[in-house]
Structure formats: structure tokens, C-alpha cells
């Protein structure tokens, strides 16, 4: 007979990932132990094991979930019928409000993600890739001439705004909705119009 899913089965899942995170976060992933995830959790060794085969699958699913929920976020974004600047600024909105909340996940992406098999690695560079070629579209479109006979500087410029938004999660954690937006306007206005705009 099937073994049937507990009622609580996605609450105490989602408590372990985030759980998991930030311990992995603050103790590096390599040097956590699953007796402390599991002490971290409040639960025993063997029901980290009834929910995740190993270490590395735990760690997966933390990315896995965390990526796929942001990709999904900011593809869901409807800027198709904006102004392209407008467009942009609000794309960069919702990254910054997606990553409210999720220190933990976001910090341990460059760590976790070399030590997945190379499989799982596919699946979560295909999330980064999209959210990269969103952006990098947005941004595109804000000045047609500049980037469509270059498309490294279309690279070079959407990664630099990828550097901004990391940049502000690195020292403005703490940061409430409406800093968020008000960083959004700033980055919008200095990638469209340098350091004139401001």
C-alpha cells in the first residue's frame, strides 16, 4: 500500500528549506553537519532523511525553489506594453521586492551551486539564463541603437545592473519597500541617462 502524504507535509518541507538556508548561509554548506540542520529544525536526523535522500538533495531543492520562484515572479512582470523605461524600472522593482526575505537563499547560490551535480546545475543556470535575457531584452530596448551592433555591451551593461541589485542586498538587507523602489528609480535613471540623469 502507497504510503499517503501528511497534511502538514509542504508546511514542514518549507520549514526545513528555509531553515536549511540559513544555516547553510551562516555556517557554509560544507561545514553544516545534517545533525544540525536537523537541530536547527527541531526535528531528528531521520526526518531530514524522510524528506531529502542527502545533503546535496536538500541543497537543491532550496535553489530549485528559490530560483524558479523569482524567475517566475519577474517573467510574470507585465511590462510588454510599457514605455521601455518604464518597463525597466519596473522589472528592477520586482527583483528588489523578490528579494526581500530571501538573504539566506541568495547568499548561498555561488556557493551551492558548484557542488551540484552537473545535471542539476543545468537546471538552475536555465533559471539564472532567463531572468539574464529578460533584463538583458528590457535593457535592449531602452536604447535599440546603442546595443544592437553589440551585443557585449548589451552583456557588460545588464550584468553591471545585475551588480547594482546585488549590491544593494549586500548592505541594505534591512531596507523596507519603499527604499527598494526608491533604489530601482536610481538604478533606472543612471543606466538611461549616466551620471547626468541623477
Known amino acids: 500500500m502507497a504510503r499517503t502524504i501528511a497534511k502538514d507535509h509542504e508546511q514542514k518541507r518549507r520549514h526545513i528549506l528555509e531553515t536549511a538556508a540559513r544555516v547553510f548561509a551562516q555556517e557554509g554548506i560544507a561545514r553544516a553537519s545534517v545533525n544540525q540542520l536537523a537541530l536547527a529544525c527541531g526535528i531528528s536526523k531521520a526526518n ?6 542527502s545533503k546535496d538533495d536538500l541543497l537543491f531543492d532550496i535553489l530549485d525553489t528559490y530560483l524558479s520562484q523569482l524567475n517566475a515572479r519577474v517573467q510574470a512582470v507585465p ?3 510599457l514605455a521601455p523605461k518604464d518597463a525597466l524600472q519596473r522589472l528592477l522593482t520586482e527583483f528588489l521586492l523578490a528579494y526581500e526575505g530571501m538573504d539566506h537563499e541568495h547568499k548561498i547560490q555561488t ?5 551540484l551535480p552537473a545535471a542539476q546545475q543545468d537546471v538552475l543556470r536555465s533559471y539564472q539564463r532567463e531572468m539574464v535575457q529578460l533584463l538583458s531584452g528590457t535593457i535592449g530596448h531602452v536604447a535599440p541603437d546603442v546595443f544592437r551592433a553589440d551585443a557585449q555591451k548589451l552583456r557588460d551593461t545588464t550584468m553591471s545592473v545585475f551588480g547594482m541589485l546585488n549590491w544593494f542586498y549586500m548592505w541594505n538587507r534591512d531596507a523596507d519597500e519603499p527604499r527598494r523602489r526608491e533604489y530601482a528609480s536610481l538604478i533606472t535613471r543612471l543606466s538611461v541617462n549616466g551620471l547626468s540623469g541623477l
Request: hydrophobic content about 35%; charged content about 15%.
Open 111 to 115: 556557493e551551492g551551486l558548484p557542488l
Open 48 to 53: 531530514i532523511y524522510h524528506y531529502y535522500g
Open 79 to 81: 511590462i510588454a506594453d
